[in-house]
């Protein structure tokens, strides 16, 4: 059984701390959602657990994974930006991410069946670059459906998302936690999951002067 | 190796897509061969004396010109995020953009120097050996311009910076290219010598390239 834990993790950018003291477990069909005002770290840990960064202290462990694949291969990473190519078809698009991540060819039946997950399957042949903000995040899900990894690291998966489509995300994710996945979602609404363990992040508070650390 | 084939595939197809890449290349090496003429003047000799030096010249500058966009574009929406999270070793992934980019940019200009040659005179033997010496010389020059794209991401605002930083590493590729390609024109030395330090300049930057490559990107993480 796969689970995730953080051990007293802490990051510091541009050598401004921007969280220390960071403690969590998520275990195998289990969501964690990371709460916290604007710039209060959410995206940052997540590229943290994403091995985008490193931690300036602390340490990330990853129990019951797949033999010798680190941690940052066995997770995807939904960020704020698509990474899709306008150039490519919606298709080719996720048939990319789905060989280059999952490492297998993907067929055309399969990337239709993840395009089906989140209702693109209309939209297979197109260029990405006609796609709407919203619509081009429902690709960016798709590619977690085509390449199966056991950890989803959502960052703001909901936002751009119309009512229908968030149902559908919900259910993905349903089915993902059921299949004996991880989820950690940096959020600011509901997920539409049950059970949703939190983890709230509080940054330091930099006075104007000084960048001391003022007591508590 | 699937990983690594969708990346090269992905990557051609973009450039064949978007249209950039190879012709723009070609259209750029086209232009500076044509002005060198109308800059020398219409002394035939001499053209054919020089030639090879303004071809090489020409594709020197040619493929540095879709350089900054390796990684770049590639940064901007995201996808060198999830490239870094692959199972591949990145030195691979950044070795089969690389191909790509040759085939999209590189071997072009090399197809284009027996219709560029004719406009400076030279003789089928010289075009002969232009085209190979830049057909061996090219990948050189892909290979160590890709430090400095890995470069212009980790800092960046870098891609005015990508000539300066790539240029004077590509003076070796420059110099023995000219020089093996000039011995079909004037010799004295044997076509062999230069040619091979070349073929031993391209496979050492075959090599170093791509770690270089990777270990920059690995340091520009953001």
């Known amino acids: ?216 | 190796m699937i990983p690594l084939r969708a990346i090269l595939l992905r990557d051609m197809r973009i450039a064949v897509r978007i249209g950039g890449g190879a012709l723009i290349g070609v259209l750029f090496f086209l232009v500076v061969v044509t002005l060198m003429p109308f800059a020398i003047g219409p002394d035939l000799a001499l053209l054919r004396r020089i030639g090879p030096a303004i071809l090489w010249l020409g594709a020197l500058l040619a493929s540095l010109l879709a350089l900054d966009r390796l990684f770049a574009a590639d940064h901007e929406d995201g996808s060198l995020d999830l490239i870094l999270m692959g199972a591949a070793p990145l030195e691979l992934t950044v070795a089969a953009k690389g191909i790509a980019h040759w085939i999209t940019t590189g071997l072009p200009l090399v197809l284009a120097v027996p219709v560029l040659g004719l406009l400076l005179d030279l003789d089928p033997l010289a075009i002969g050996t232009v085209a190979l010496t830049l057909l061996v010389g090219t990948p050189a020059l892909t290979f160590i311009g890709m430090i400095g794209a890995a470069l212009a991401v980790a800092l960046r605002r870098g891609g005015l910076l990508l000539p300066v930083l790539v240029l004077p590493l590509t003076v070796p590729v420059l110099i023995f290219g000219v020089s093996a390609a000039e011995t079909a024109i004037i010799g004295p030395v044997t076509f062999g010598t230069p040619f091979l330090i070349l073929c031993a300049l391209t496979l050492m930057s075959l090599v170093i390239g791509p770690f270089a490559a990777a270990a920059t990107l690995r340091q520009g993480l953001d």
């Open chain 1, 1 to 216: 059984m796969i689970r995730l834990s953080a051990h007293d993790l802490g990051c510091v950018r541009g050598g401004r701390e921007v969280f220390e003291g960071v403690n969590f477990t998520v275990a195998a069909g289990e969501a964690l959602a990371v709460t916290g005002r604007n710039g209060a770290g959410k995206t940052t840990l997540l590229r943290l657990i994403a091995g985008l960064l490193e931690p300036a202290h602390g340490r990330l462990e990853l129990t019951g994974g797949a033999g010798e694949a680190t941690l940052a291969e066995q997770a995807h990473y939904l960020g704020h930006r698509d990474a899709l190519k306008p150039a490519l078809s919606v298709l080719e698009n996720l048939q990319f991410w789905g060989a280059y991540l999952g490492d297998k060819d993907a067929s055309i039946a399969a990337g239709l069946t993840a395009l089906e997950a989140v209702a693109l399957d209309g939209l297979a042949g197109l260029p990405a670059a006609y796609l709407s903000a919203g619509q081009r995040r429902r690709l960016a899900i798709a590619r977690l459906v085509a390449a199966p990894r056991p950890i989803w690291l959502l960052d703001e998966p909901t936002a751009a998302l119309d009512t229908a489509s968030q149902e559908r995300l919900a259910d993905l994710m349903r089915s993902h936690l059921a299949g004996g996945g991880i989820i950690v979602a940096a959020t600011h609404g509901p997920l539409g999951l049950d059970g949703v363990k939190e983890l709230r992040i509080e940054p330091p508070v930099y006075p104007l002067r000084g960048g001391e650390k003022p007591a508590p």
